[in-house]
């Protein structure tokens, strides 16, 4: 199916690795123009390299560091005309109350909840005055699931959905989409720390993560290509009335 993507220019937060690296694939295959920003320049520097080798589409790289209120400034400076934003930085640590200490929660919050209503207030200021955009925000199924041991994540998550449905609620009459995805265990290289993690707190041994991930639907958990997907589908004219809803990909895990 054709987007009809081709020429749009698009921001993905979070871009060096996992659903956001994906993302940023995804966009450039369907022919937009993909600005790449997180800390890592090198990934980010490889990630552009070759997607315009194998695209041809124009990618650009901004290094930058998401829980800093003038790095957000910049960024959405450097990239004043966007068609669509997808916020998805975000690293909230797992673990219970007693184990996420203030500092740590408010540091994960920084980039995750804060960083994306932020950086989301000073794009959909430039969004609104060319009168169209699209937003999304990939948040995590334990926000709608909330998970003891991912406390700060479960309720992080939870806050945005909620900043998704009341933004994107009444954003079309700016001419903007708002829209949040809520990926449940997805095959990267945070999800499988926090699932290894899980496991040796619970039984102490190895095998306790290939117990976790076989009790995942068809068994495993979901390849980042498969949330970039629905995300390049939503940014697209194809979801065009769609906005201040949060999409659930996770397998039905979260209906169980």
Sequence with gaps: MDLNLRGKSALVTGASKGIGAATAEVLAEEGCEVHLAARGAPALEDLARRLRVTYGVGAHVHPVDLRRSEDLARLAADVPDLDILVNNAGDIPGGSL??????????????????????????????????????????????????????????????????????????????????GVNPGPVATERILTLLDASARSRSGAESAYTELTAAFPRGRAAAPREVADLIAFIASDRSAYTSGVVFTIDGGMSAA
């Design 98 to 179: 007693d184990a996420v200490d203030g500092r740590a929660w408010r540091h994960g919050w920084d980039l995750k909840v804060f960083g994306y209503v932020d950086l989301t207030r000073l794009i959909y200021a430039r969004m609104k005055t060319r009168g169209h955009g699209v937003i999304i925000n990939n948040i995590g199924m334990a926000g709608e699931r909330a998970d003891f041991d991912y406390i700060a994540g479960s309720s992080g998550n939870a806050a945005l959905m909620a900043f998704t449905r009341a933004l994107g609620g009444r954003s079309l009459g700016d001419g903007i989409r708002v829209v």
